[in-house]
């Protein structure tokens, strides 16, 4: 107990250590992308329209919203409420441009203080000096050729299940009895989703996909009498899909046929072997989409974004020379 107790104070001190924490976080794992299988296809979309010269329409994404009803026990939801900023980043692996209607209060803001001439493109001078104000432009913000939207529609548990409990040993305890148990169970997830044409409100495409989600558990116990001692060691592993990593899976295979549609991609033929068009363009990958601010893409690309290391102060050879301003 004694050996115990001092290993737990060196993971913990009473006393700020010298960078003023009084433990360690753990966990080093560097930040990386977060693709499902139908994300190299979203990226195959953007690189068949830039080689074909297809326009891509503006898109904006509404609410997708999780319509299930169903609550873990503490209160929270069981499904995630960012569907729609999953459909954002899939739209933006596609390529297709968009524009912003999920959440406009800080543009409706600005234009509040720009409509009352109280915001400014160029502040200077001291204070009480007037500065040119932001005019308000007719026409100046794009409008949306389609808009997304729908929601989680079902989640249901214990689709089916299986399982194994087997316990042996001898008729005497002193020898040992051991035990083994298995579990396999399945549940899904599924989604409606609803592609609309901005300015005559039709209903131009609708998707309903499912994703089944399996998880199991396994141990092994072994339970004996060694003399006047007792052995009881248990042994166990498990694990479940992830639930919310299932709902961004059913958004990317959802964009994916839709822009595939707006594209006039014949299907997954037109990506036979992407890696080999000279026109990929290198702002869309699997992390998501950009439009360059600066003439750097030979270092700031879409595939150096996907790169685990990169900006890591502990990974990253480059990083040691970087400098923070604290």
Known sequence: MSALSLSLTGCVSPVALHNGNYAQPMGNAPVTANPTPYSAALVCLAEYARHYGVRAPRIAVGRIADYTGKAEDNGGREITQGASLMAMSALAKAGAPMVERYDTSVSELELKYANNKLISDQPGGGPGAA????????????GSDFYLVGGVTELNYN????????????????????????????????????????????????????????????????????GGDVINVSVGEGGL??????????????????????????????????????????????????????????????????????????????????????
């Open 241 to 326: 899909e992830p639930v919310q990593r299932a709902v961004r899976a059913i958004i990317e295979r959802s964009t994916v046929e839709m822009m595939a549609n707006l594209y006039g991609a014949p299907g997954p033929s037109a990506c036979i072997n992407p890696a080999n068009d000279p026109y990929a363009p290198d702002t869309t990958g699997v992390t998501g989409g950009f439009y360059p601010a600066y003439n750097n893409l030979d270092q700031n690309n879409a595939v150096t974004r996907s790169q685990p290391n990169r900006w890591d102060s502990q990974r990253d050879p480059a990083a040691p020379a970087l400098r923070d301003r604290y």
């Open 131 to 142: 500065a040119p104000y932001r005019k308000i432009l007719a026409g100046q913000i794009p």
């Open 159 to 226: 689709i089916r299940s299986s399982g194994l409990d087997a316990q042996g040993g001898h008729q005497n305890v002193n020898q040992g009895t051991a035990a083994v148990t298995g579990q396999l169970y399945v549940m899904n997830v599924a989604m409606d989703l609803r592609l609309v044409e901005t300015k005559t409100m039709e209903v131009v495409d609708v998707i309903s996909y499912q994703k089944q989600i399996i998880g199991r558990q396994v141990g092994v116990g072994l339970y004996s009498f060694f």
